[in-house]
C-alpha cells in the first residue's frame, strides 16, 4: 500500500505521522480522522477527550485546530483513507463473503465428535 499523501506543514507536535503515512495524535493509536470525524458529527473537544482517554484534551483541541486550518487538504487526506479502506474492504470480501465467514466460525462451534 502507499503511504498517504498529507504534508503536514506547520504540525503541531501533538500530531504525528506514522510509517505509513497515518497522522496520529502524537504518543497514541488514534487517527486524526477519529477525532475530525467525530468532530464533525457534534463531539466536542472535551467529549472527545472522554471517549478516547490516552488523548490529552490539548491535544484534541490542536488536531481540530490543525483541521480547521487546513480543511482542504485534511479532506483530500481523509477522501483517500476512505477511498484506502473501501478498497481493503472490497479485497477482503472477494477473498471470501461474509456469509461463508459466518458458516465457518458456526461450525466452529459445533462439538467435534
Known amino acids: 500500500m502507499c503511504a498517504m499523501s498529507l504534508a503536514i506543514t ?6 504525528s505521522i506514522d510509517d505509513h503515512g497515518v497522522v496520529r495524535v502524537a504518543g497514541t493509536r488514534v487517527t486524526l480522522d477519529t477525532i475530525v470525524i467525530a468532530f464533525e458529527q457534534g463531539a466536542t473537544p472535551e467529549e472527545i477527550a472522554q471517549q478516547y482517554p490516552t488523548v490529552p484534551l490539548p491535544d484534541v483541541y490542536a488536531a ?6 487546513n480543511r482542504s487538504e485534511v ?3 481523509l ?3 476512505q477511498q484506502q479502506a473501501d478498497t481493503v474492504r472490497k479485497m477482503i470480501e472477494s477473498r471470501s463473503a461474509p456469509s461463508d465467514i459466518r458458516q465457518r ?3 466452529r462451534r459445533k462439538p467435534q465428535p
Open 75 to 77: 479532506d483530500r487526506y
Open 64 to 69: 481540530i485546530a490543525f483541521y480547521l486550518h
Open 79 to 81: 477522501d483517500e483513507r
Open 105 to 107: 466460525l458456526l461450525a
Open 10 to 15: 506547520n504540525q503541531p507536535k501533538s500530531l
